[in-house]
C-alpha cells in the first residue's frame, strides 16, 4: 500500500473536518441520467435489471470473508465509510445510518447537494472515532451494510456479518484497487440498481468529456502531481497510478513517472527537478505539518528553478475546500465535482497566467 493510501482514513477525515463551502458543484441531474457500461462480476450473480421495476432477484456476492447472500430489495442501508455513504446517496438511497466523518465540521458541498436533492435532512451518523460502532448500526436493523470504501473489513466483517449482509469487495487488495465505479457497480447490484448506476457513471463521463472537449489545449500536455505528506514529498502521478481525472481531461504522465511507484513515490529536496513538467500541480493537506511548509518549498531555489514554476505553469490544488481529497479518492458524488473545480485551475497552469 502506498504512503499516500495508507493516510487515507485520518487524511480523509482531517479534510473533512476542515472542509468549507466552495463553487456550486454540477447539478444533481447527473446522478439522474442513464448510459451503459460493463463490469467483469466475476462469479456474482447478478441482479435482474428489472429489479429497479420491483422484481428484486436474489443476489449472491462472493468476497475475501466468505458470501453474501440478498435475498429481498434492501430498504434500509447503513454504510461504514464515507465513500459508502456517497455510493448511497448517489443511487439515491438515504442510508439509516452513517460514520460521522465531518465531526461537526460543515458537510462538503457536493455531499450536501445530495441530501438536499434527496430531502434528507440531517443523516444519522455514528461516532466513528475508535472504529465502526457495530451497536449502533446494529440498532438500527439494517437490511444490507456497504463496506466498498474501508480498510477495516478485516476486522469489522464478522462483527458486521451476523447483522446485516455485507457488501464488500472480492479480494483484500481491491481495497485499493478498484475504481470508484466498480464500486459503485458492485453495491448498485446488491441494491438491485444496476441501471441507476450505470446513469451516474455515464453521467460522470459526459461531465469528462464536455471539460476535455472544451479545453483542447490540455490535449497531450505533461503532468505531475505531488502532495507534501508529514513524512515526505510524494510522487502521486507514477507510472502505474490510475490516470483519473487528470488524463480523462488530456494530460499525460512525464518520463519521469516510470521512476515512481506506490510503495516508492519520496521526492527527496535534492530531487525536485523530478517534478518538472508541463505543468505542476502540488498540495498540502497536512498544511505547515507537511515534511516542508508551503513557504520553504515554494521559496525553495531549486524548485523556483523547474520550468513550470519560471513559466507560471505552477498552481497549488486546495485541500480546505475538499478539492485534494476528492482528487486521492473519487467517489459517485465528488467524481464530477472535481472535474467542474479542477478544470479552471489547470487551464490557467496550461496558459502560465
Not at 448511497?88 to 442510508?95: D, E, H, T, W, Y
Not at 515534511?291 to 518549498?297: C, F, G, K, N, Y
Not at 519560471?310 to 465535482?337: E, M, R, T
Request: net charge negative.
Amino acid at each position: 500500500m502506498s504512503t499516500y493510501a495508507r493516510t487515507r482514513t485520518s487524511t480523509a477525515r482531517r479534510l473533512r473536518r476542515t472542509a468549507t463551502a466552495t463553487a456550486a458543484a454540477l447539478s444533481l441531474t447527473l446522478l439522474a441520467a442513464c448510459g451503459g457500461g460493463s463490469e467483469d462480476k466475476g462469479s456474482d450473480k447478478p441482479a435482474a435489471a428489472s429489479a429497479e421495476a420491483g422484481a428484486f432477484k436474489a443476489v449472491s456476492q462472493k468476497n475475501a470473508w466468505g458470501t453474501t447472500e440478498v435475498k429481498k430489495k434492501p430498504v434500509k442501508v447503513a454504510t461504514v465509510s464515507d465513500g459508502d455513504t456517497s455510493i448511497a446517496l448517489a443511487l439515491g438511497v438515504v442510508p439509516v445510518i452513517t460514520p460521522d466523518v465531518e465531526d461537526g465540521s460543515p458537510v462538503p458541498q457536493f455531499k450536501q447537494q445530495a441530501i438536499d436533492g434527496l430531502k434528507a435532512g440531517k443523516l444519522k451518523t455514528y461516532d466513528d472515532t475508535d472504529g465502526t460502532a457495530y451497536e449502533a448500526i446494529a440498532a438500527e436493523a439494517p437490511d444490507i451494510i456497504l463496506g466498498m470504501n474501508t480498510w477495516e473489513m478485516d476486522k469489522d466483517y464478522e462483527k458486521l456479518a451476523p447483522i446485516a449482509p455485507v457488501v464488500t469487495y472480492t479480494d483484500k487488495p481491491q481495497a485499493d484497487t478498484l475504481t470508484w465505479q466498480e464500486r459503485l457497480r458492485r453495491a448498485a447490484q446488491a441494491l438491485g440498481l444496476e441501471a441507476k448506476a450505470e446513469g451516474v457513471i455515464a453521467a460522470n463521463d459526459k461531465a469528462t468529456a464536455d471539460a476535455a472537449a472544451a479545453h483542447p489545449e490540455f490535449k497531450g500536455k505533461k503532468y505531475t502531481y505531488a502532495v507534501v505528506h508529514p513524512e515526505q514529498i510524494s510522487f502521486m502521478s507514477y507510472e502505474a497510478q490510475d490516470p483519473g481525472i487528470f488524463e480523462k481531461l488530456g494530460f499525460v504522465k512525464t518520463d519521469k513517472a516510470k521512476n515512481y511507484a506506490p510503495d516508492k513515490n519520496g521526492v527527496s529536496m535534492e530531487n525536485l527537478d523530478q517534478l518538472d513538467a508541463d505543468i505542476l500541480l502540488v498540495t498540502y493537506p497536512f498544511g505547515d505539518r507537511g515534511v516542508i511548509s508551503p513557504t520553504e518549498l515554494e521559496g525553495n531555489k531549486l524548485f523556483q528553478s523547474l520550468n513550470a514554476v519560471k513559466g507560471k505553469h505552477f498552481a497549488v490544488v486546495p485541500s480546505d475546500n475538499n478539492l485534494a481529497s476528492a482528487i486521492a479518492y473519487p467517489d459517485a458524488l465528488n467524481a464530477p465535482w472535481a472535474t467542474a473545480q479542477l478544470t479552471p485551475l489547470l487551464a490557467k497552469a496550461v496558459a502560465g497566467s
